[in-house]
Structures are given as structure tokens and as C-alpha cells.
């Protein structure tokens, strides 16, 4: 592994292996308003929600590490205390990207990207019309992390109406991953889409107590066919199989032969079982893979 003490390198270089580390992050498209009425729009990938009661989003405009400047979303901010967090579908990222220009201040990124300010109900700051969320903020606080280039500064946003397009819905009417289709930012020009062949579904281990990898028998744990995502799904039932159980399954299963066999061929049989279970375990048959998994166990009862 490299090891890297952050003040032996460039913060250029610091910022491309941070940025290439930690992602694919959430694209705040952010839209404020000057003291004299200049609308700007620029788009933050340091950025995420942090609470729900009250609704908080997080954003960092850094000083630019070139001239140790500030960026103008965050002198508007300063200046009013007011803005919009859009977020970034598919079908607007290269608009979103190019809103990212370093036009002069009081340049309008709205008119540069094309995108279209609608008005917001509360505060001045517009809407992005294209984005399928959009969040009118007030901001609570600026933190400033340093006085140097590349210094982040937190701006803490609460969040005081929120506007869905009800066209990303489900038939339950919660936000489909696959209708709002977001992007997220990597390092470099780097972005990701987050749906359809991107998506998978992970059951949440709050809802039970998983035994845990550490309570899988070793003889499975140790399995060069199972990997850690494997185990992973193992470890998260809440117990395992009894070997009546697995009995009953077996004989439903497999043919007297077929059970001789098994027990006959332990080792070469042994990793036809485990690669079996791992097919089962990526169309999600938990319980089946762990009874599959169990067979070696109740031929050496
Ligand atoms: C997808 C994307 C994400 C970005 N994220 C950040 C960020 O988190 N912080 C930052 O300071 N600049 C970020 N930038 C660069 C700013 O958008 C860029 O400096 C912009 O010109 C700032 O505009 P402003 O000076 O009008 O506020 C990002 C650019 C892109 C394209």
C-alpha cells in the first residue's frame, strides 16, 4: 500500500487522490443570487444531506488552489444566506458540467448552460426547472476549514421546501432510483449514472441480528468459492439452518445416488456445493445456499 502523509505532497495531487478515492458523490447543482440580483449556478460534488429533523444538506465551495480566491456561489451566500440545491440527473450533466466554467463574476451560468430558472416560493435564488429535485435553502452557517488554497468552506443549508417532479415516483410514490436517474462524480472527468445495471439491492441487517461471518462454521468461512460479499449475505440470517432441516431439503432435492455421491466424492463434491450455493446466493435464496452449504455437515453427522 502507498503511504501518503498529506503535507509531503501537492495539494493538486492530494486533491486528485481524494477525489479519486471517495465517490461516486452527489452533484449539488447550486443556485444563488447576488446582492444586486445576478443569478449564478454551479455545481458541488462535496456535498451530501446530513439530517433529516431538521432537513440539513452540507456543501463545500473550496478556495481555488490556484490564487486562493473564493468561488461566487459562496460571496453570494455570504452576501444573502440564501440558496437552491438542485440535484443532477442524467439528462443534465453536460449542462451541469458546463455551468462549472469559470465565467467572470455576475456572469449568469443559467444563460451559459442553458438551463432554465423558474421562481422559487420562498427565497430569491431560482430553481433549475430541468432537475427532478429541487431545495430551497436557507443557510444556518458558513465553516470555513482554512485560509489557504483549497480550504474547504461547509455551507450548512436548511432545507425549507423541497419540490419532487412526480414524474420520478413509484406507484408507492418514493423517489425510483431509475426514474430520477442520478449522476454522481468520481476523480477526473470521471461521472457514474446510477440506475438501471448500476443498481442492486442490499436487504438492510437492521431488521434482524445476523449471526455474523465470525459464527459461520470455518470449514464455509474458509471456502476459496465464496467471497466476502458471500459471506456477507451468510452472516446476515438470523440462524442457520437445523440439519433436520437440511435433511428434508437434501432428500426434496437430490436423488439416493446422488447423496451417495456426495458423500463419496467429499472434497471435488465440497466445491460443487459451494459454487452452487454461490449461485444461489446472487439470486438472493439465502436460506437455500445455507442448507446447500450445510449438506457436507450432515454427511459427517
Ligand atoms: C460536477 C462538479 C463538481 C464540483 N464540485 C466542486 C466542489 O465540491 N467544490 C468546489 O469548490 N468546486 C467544485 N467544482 C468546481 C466548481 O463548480 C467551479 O469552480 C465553479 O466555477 C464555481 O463557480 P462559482 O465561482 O460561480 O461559484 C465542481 C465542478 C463540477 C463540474
Same mark, same amino acid.
Given at each position: 500500500?502507498?503511504?501518503?502523509?498529506?503535507?509531503?505532497?501537492?495539494?493538486?495531487?492530494?486533491?486528485?487522490?481524494?477525489?479519486?478515492?471517495?465517490?461516486?458523490?452527489?452533484?449539488?447543482?447550486?443556485?444563488?443570487?447576488?446582492?444586486?440580483? $445576478?443569478?449564478?449556478?454551479?455545481? =458541488?460534488? *462535496? *456535498?451530501?444531506? *446530513?439530517?433529516?429533523?431538521?432537513?440539513?444538506? /452540507? =456543501?463545500?465551495?473550496? @478556495?481555488?488552489?490556484?490564487?486562493?480566491?473564493?468561488?461566487?456561489?459562496?460571496?453570494?451566500?455570504?452576501?444573502?444566506?440564501?440558496?437552491?440545491?438542485?440535484?443532477?440527473?442524467?439528462?443534465?450533466?453536460?449542462?451541469?458540467?458546463?455551468?462549472?466554467?469559470?465565467?467572470?463574476?455576475?456572469? !449568469?451560468?443559467?444563460?451559459?448552460?442553458?438551463?432554465?430558472?423558474?421562481?422559487?416560493?420562498?427565497?430569491?435564488?431560482?430553481?433549475?426547472?430541468?432537475?427532478?429535485?429541487?431545495? +430551497?435553502?436557507?443557510?444556518?452557517?458558513?465553516?470555513?476549514?482554512? +485560509?489557504?488554497?483549497?480550504?474547504? $468552506?461547509?455551507?450548512?443549508?436548511?432545507?425549507?421546501?423541497?419540490?419532487?417532479?412526480? $414524474?420520478?415516483?413509484?406507484?408507492? &410514490?418514493?423517489?425510483?432510483?431509475?426514474? %430520477?436517474?442520478?449522476?454522481?462524480?468520481?476523480? &477526473?472527468?470521471?461521472?457514474?449514472?446510477?440506475?438501471?445495471?448500476?443498481? *442492486? #439491492?442490499?436487504?438492510?441487517?437492521? @431488521?434482524?441480528?445476523?449471526?455474523?461471518?465470525?459464527?459461520?462454521?470455518?470449514?464455509?468461512?474458509?471456502?476459496?468459492?465464496?467471497?466476502? $460479499?458471500?459471506? &456477507?449475505?451468510? &452472516?446476515?440470517?438470523?440462524? /442457520?439452518?437445523?440439519?433436520?432441516?437440511? #435433511?428434508?431439503?437434501?432428500? #426434496?432435492? =437430490?436423488?439416493?445416488?446422488? /447423496?451417495? !455421491? =456426495?458423500?463419496?466424492?467429499?472434497?471435488?463434491?465440497?466445491?460443487?456445493?459451494?459454487?452452487?450455493?454461490?449461485?444461489?446466493?446472487?439470486?438472493?435464496?439465502? %436460506? #437455500?445456499?445455507?442448507?446447500?452449504?450445510?449438506?457436507?455437515?450432515?454427511?459427517?453427522?
Amino acid at each position: 500500500m502507498l503511504q501518503i502523509n498529506p503535507k509531503d505532497i501537492p495539494i493538486s495531487k492530494l486533491h486528485q487522490y481524494l477525489l479519486g478515492a471517495v465517490g461516486p458523490r452527489p452533484i449539488a447543482l447550486a443556485s444563488t443570487i447576488d446582492k444586486d440580483g $445576478n443569478s449564478n449556478l454551479s455545481p =458541488f460534488s *462535496f *456535498f451530501n444531506v *446530513f439530517s433529516a429533523n431538521p432537513p440539513i444538506a /452540507i =456543501f463545500s465551495p473550496a @478556495r481555488r488552489v490556484r490564487n486562493n480566491t473564493t468561488k461566487h456561489t459562496l460571496d453570494n451566500i455570504l452576501e444573502n444566506n440564501e440558496v437552491v440545491i438542485n440535484v443532477v440527473s442524467y439528462d443534465i450533466v453536460q449542462q451541469t458540467s458546463l455551468s462549472s466554467t469559470e465565467y467572470d463574476c455576475g456572469v !449568469d451560468e443559467f444563460i451559459k448552460s442553458g438551463l432554465t430558472p423558474i421562481n422559487s416560493n420562498l427565497i430569491k435564488p431560482y430553481r433549475v426547472k430541468e432537475s427532478p429535485v429541487q431545495m +430551497e435553502c436557507t443557510v444556518n452557517d458558513v465553516i470555513s476549514l482554512g +485560509e489557504q488554497g483549497g480550504a474547504g $468552506n461547509l455551507v450548512i443549508c436548511e432545507i425549507k421546501m423541497l419540490h419532487i417532479n412526480e $414524474n420520478i415516483l413509484n406507484d408507492a &410514490g418514493a423517489i425510483d432510483p431509475n426514474k %430520477i436517474d442520478l449522476v454522481g462524480r468520481m476523480g &477526473g472527468n470521471w461521472y457514474c449514472r446510477s440506475s438501471k445495471d448500476a443498481l *442492486f #439491492e442490499v436487504e438492510k441487517p437492521l @431488521r434482524n441480528l445476523g449471526i455474523g461471518v465470525d459464527n459461520i462454521p470455518s470449514e464455509i468461512r474458509n471456502s476459496h468459492i465464496l467471497s466476502g $460479499n458471500d459471506l &456477507g449475505m451468510l &452472516g446476515n440470517v438470523e440462524s /442457520i439452518p437445523s440439519l433436520d432441516e437440511v #435433511e428434508k431439503y437434501m432428500k #426434496e432435492k =437430490f436423488s439416493t445416488e446422488q /447423496i451417495q !455421491d =456426495f458423500s463419496i466424492r467429499n472434497k471435488e463434491a465440497l466445491q460443487e456445493l459451494h459454487s452452487y450455493a454461490k449461485e444461489l446466493l446472487s439470486k438472493n435464496l439465502i %436460506i #437455500e445456499a445455507w442448507k446447500i452449504l450445510l449438506i457436507d455437515k450432515l454427511n459427517r453427522k
